[in-house]
């Protein structure tokens, strides 16, 4: 059986059931995100895109990561705290994991088979109505990106 986007279960930043749920049927912009990185303030744009698109049957969702720089040591409270009073993020933030090596989620093992590591903070998957990964954006890709809006636009279009 081949596995899916929503086929793995990651617990929310709060703690509370799987921040995947809700993702079901949806495009899905996957993140790695950090609050102390020089791309932080992507998130801005990706509340813009969660805000826009919402509607249409998309999502972000943020996966803080604290592998990079150290750019995430905060706890929960402390990143959800963040993310809602610089940026009013509107989009599903998951439990702060690991995206590389050993103790990488499974999710993301799924990922970047065959993509290989995460390079930084902040790297994009864009994932189908179907659990697919249709592509894979550097961090130094703006959530705006004239590329990236056309493949989320295509992928909005497959229902």
């Known amino acids: 059986m081949t596995r899916r986007f929503q086929d793995f279960a990651i617990a929310s930043l709060d703690g509370s059931a799987d ?6 049927g949806k495009v899905v912009l996957a993140v790695n995100v950090a609050s102390l990185c020089g791309y932080t303030p992507q998130y801005a744009d990706l509340v813009t895109l969660q805000t826009e698109l ?16 150290a750019q995430e040591p905060g706890g929960p409270g402390e990143i959800q705290a963040f993310c809602d009073t610089k940026f009013g993020v ?13 103790h990488r989620h499974p999710l993301y093992a799924w990922m970047t088979a065959e993509g290989g590591e995460i390079a930084w903070n902040f790297e994009k998957f ?16 703006s959530p705006r990106d004239a590329g990236l809006m056309t493949e989320i636009a295509a992928a909005l279009d497959t229902r």
């Open 19 to 24: 921040a995947l749920a809700g993702t079901k």
């Open 90 to 102: 509107n989009f599903p933030l998951t439990e702060k994991i690991e995206v590389n090596g050993p």
């Open 126 to 141: 864009l994932i189908g109505r179907d659990g697919t990964v249709l592509g894979r954006y550097p961090a130094a890709t």
């Open 54 to 69: 919402a509607g249409e049957g998309f999502t972000v969702v943020g996966f803080p990561c604290n592998q990079f720089g």
